[in-house]
């Protein structure tokens, strides 16, 4: 345990979640970079804390708005009315402390669907599961003026994710510079539902209903392409995280797409799948070479392997998944 900032343990108390200062106890939980996560015990109960923070904790400058703190609570409450299952109660939320309180889901019975992704278990059924609470959580928010109006400003999206990932990735790589800006353009230029944002391994539970999202700091209104693109882009680099599970990962490639695309009805599936289908090369290659590597890709050999991919797609840009899919396993078994 630890000792939590006295101006949150006051909150706390204020909020009714613990009955004095005294009683608070707090451990530091690991995983994100963007923010400090507590786990508190208090008065007898036991929750989830989270504040934002200004700088983020990598090792290039990357700093983000801390507002994002409030734009997460209200993605959580627009989403819990369309899929209740799907992701953890809010407690309590003040913007002038910047923290938010929530549930706390215990791993025994909701692990980290990254831990199990390293474990080799990786399952299309449940990638399937992600897919479909994805759709029914940008269905459930396409062409609404209100969501559009909360969630409008590209500040905090493009602070946390288009200029960290695809425009630093340009920075990298110029003569890729075009390509990768064009994706800039076409993201913001699609305002269609409401996007999380960062639909990472890491941030979804494995619950006992199904998956539970977490981490919706990036939360904006704009092209749902780029969460679907986001989260399939993790299914394609576990492959060199686990190889003995290589299979299973383009299955869970395979599985969360068609489940997605299925159930898309807000749009032109064509269409959508077209954008994502673009946008996943420029990710791609943001995980190597952008502000947030992925840290399980170290070795010089395999970084090669996800640059060559993502050059030659971002050269001739797919319009279908199932070609990415394709031409990843192919250099996986060259």
């Not at 006051?10 to 939980?29: F, I, Q, T, Y």
């Not at 799907?86 to 923290?99: C, N």
């Not at 990768?180 to 979804?204: E, F, M, W």
């Not at 840009?317 to 394709?326: M, Q, V």
Request: aromatic share 8%; glycine share 6%.
């Amino acid at each position: 345990m630890t000792d939590l900032d006295p101006a949150l343990e006051d909150w706390l108390v204020r909020e009714g979640l613990a009955p004095d200062r005294a009683s608070v106890r707090a451990e530091p939980l690991t995983g994100g970079v963007a923010s400090d996560i507590w786990r508190v015990e208090a008065g007898g109960r036991r929750f989830a804390v989270k504040r934002a923070l200004a700088k983020l904790k990598v090792a290039r400058d990357w700093r983000a708005p801390v507002s994002r703190n409030a734009n997460e609570v209200e993605w959580l409450r627009t989403a819990s009315a369309i899929v209740p299952d799907a992701v953890p109660k809010i407690l309590a939320h003040d913007t002038e402390v910047g923290a938010f309180a929530m549930d706390y889901l215990d791993p025994d019975d909701h692990p980290v669907w990254k831990a199990e992704l390293r474990a080799g278990r990786a399952d299309p059924t449940f990638a399937a599961k992600v897919g479909t609470t994805l759709a029914a959580i940008h269905g459930g928010t396409a062409g609404r003026a209100d969501e559009a109006g909360r969630f409008g400003s590209n500040e905090t999206f493009s602070a946390l994710r288009l200029d960290p990932y695809l425009n630093a990735a340009a920075e990298a790589h110029p003569d890729l510079a075009p390509a990768l800006h064009a994706l800039v353009a076409q993201t913001l230029a699609s305002r269609k539902a409401l996007v999380h944002g960062d639909i990472s391994p890491k941030n979804i539970l494995v619950g006992p209903q199904g998956p539970v999202l977490l981490d919706a700091e990036c939360a904006w209104y704009g092209d749902p392409a780029f969460d679907i693109a986001f989260c399939l882009n993790h299914m394609l680099l576990k492959c060199l995280w686990v190889p003995a599970a290589r299979e299973n990962f383009l299955a869970s490639y395979d599985g969360l797409a068609a489940a997605y695309l299925g159930a898309v009805r807000w749009e032109s599936v064509d269409s959508l799948e077209a954008r994502a289908a673009r946008l996943l090369p420029g990710l791609f290659l943001a995980r190597v070479d952008g502000k947030s590597p992925v840290e399980y890709v170290t070795e010089e050999s395999d970084r090669e392997k996800v640059r060559r991919t993502a050059r030659r797609l971002l050269m001739n840009p797919p319009t279908r998944l199932s070609a990415i899919r394709t031409i990843w396993n192919t250099e996986l078994t060259a």
